[in-house]
C-alpha cells in the first residue's frame, strides 16, 4: 500500500505525512529532501546547479541514501548524515534550479521506486509521476501567508520575506506541483495538524 501526500511548500507535507504514518504504523518517505541533499552536496562542491553532468557524477561517485523512519527520514552520504543541513534558506534558494533537471529527477524517482511497501510518500508529483497507481492520494494547500506564518515559527526571518520565497518556489515547481486528478485536495487554511491528519486517516479507514 501506498499513500501519497503532495503539495505546494509548507503546506504541511512532512508533519501531516509523519502522523498519518505513525497512526498507520508505516514509515513515510520525504521525497524533497532527496532533492535538497543534491542541491547541498552541489552547493558545498561550488558545482553549476544547472548542470546535470556534474551533480549526477557527485551522486554516482558518493551515494546519497535515504532512511524512512515513521518519525522522521534520515538522509546519508556515506557515514556522513546530512539531515540537519537540509533544510536552509541557502538550499531553498538552489534546490527548485536542481529538481528541474530530468536527470535528478530520474534519480530521485529511481531510489522511490526501490523502497519496499508499505510507506506514505510526501512530495511534490508523488501522486502524479512517481506513484500514480497509489491507493489514496491527498494533496495540500494553504494561502502563501498562513503557510509563511507557519514556516515563521521554524526559521528565525520575518513573515514577508518567507512568504515571498515561498511563493518564488511555488512559482519555480509548477511543473511537477499540480494534484493528481484523483487526489482529495485539503485546504489546511482553517484546520490545526492534527484535523487535517484525521480528514486523511478518516478517508484511509
Ligand atoms: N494544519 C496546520 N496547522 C498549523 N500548523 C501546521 C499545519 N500543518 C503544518 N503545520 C506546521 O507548519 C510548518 C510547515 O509544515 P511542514 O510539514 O514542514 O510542511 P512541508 O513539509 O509541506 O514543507 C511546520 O512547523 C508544521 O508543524
Ligand atoms: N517530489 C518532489 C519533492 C520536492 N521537489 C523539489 O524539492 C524542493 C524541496 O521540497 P520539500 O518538500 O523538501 O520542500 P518543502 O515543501 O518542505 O519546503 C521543492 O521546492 C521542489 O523544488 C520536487 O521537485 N519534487
Keep these: 500500500m501506498i499513500v501519497t501526500i503532495d503539495g505546494v511548500a509548507a503546506s504541511g507535507k512532512s508533519s501531516v505525512s ?9 514509515p513515510y518517505v520525504s521525497s524533497g529532501l532527496l532533492y535538497r541533499a543534491a542541491t547541498l552536496l552541489g552547493l558545498e562542491a561550488s558545482l553549476d546547479l544547472h548542470a546535470a553532468p556534474g ?11 535515504l532512511e524512512p523512519l515513521a518519525g522522521g527520514n534520515r538522509v546519508w552520504q556515506g557515514e556522513r548524515e546530512l539531515t540537519d543541513d537540509l533544510h536552509s534558506s541557502r538550499v531553498d534558494r538552489g534546490v527548485s534550479v536542481v529538481a528541474a533537471l530530468p536527470e535528478v529527477r530520474e534519480w530521485v524517482d529511481a531510489q522511490l521506486r526501490a523502497l519496499p511497501e508499505p510507506f506514505v510518500a510526501e512530495g511534490r508529483d508523488m501522486g502524479t509521476n512517481v506513484f500514480p497507481h497509489a ?11 498562513i503557510r509563511a506564518e507557519r514556516r515563521a515559527r521554524e526559521r528565525p526571518e520575518d ?6 520565497a515561498l511563493q518564488r518556489r511555488d512559482e519555480l515547481d509548477t511543473v511537477q506541483s499540480a494534484p493528481a486528478p484523483d487526489a482529495l485536495v485539503i485546504d489546511t487554511g482553517p ?11 478518516t478517508r484511509l479507514h
Design 18 to 26: 509523519s502522523g498519518v504514518a505513525q497512526a498507520l504504523g508505516v
Design 55 to 65: 551533480l549526477l557524477a557527485l551522486l554516482g561517485a558518493h551515494p546519497v541514501r
Design 135 to 145: 491507493s489514496h492520494k491527498f494533496y495540500l494547500t494553504a494561502s502563501a501567508r
Design 159 to 164: 513573515v514577508p520575506a518567507i512568504e515571498a
Design 191 to 201: 484546520l490545526d495538524l492534527q484535523g487535517v491528519i484525521d480528514t486523511i486517516l
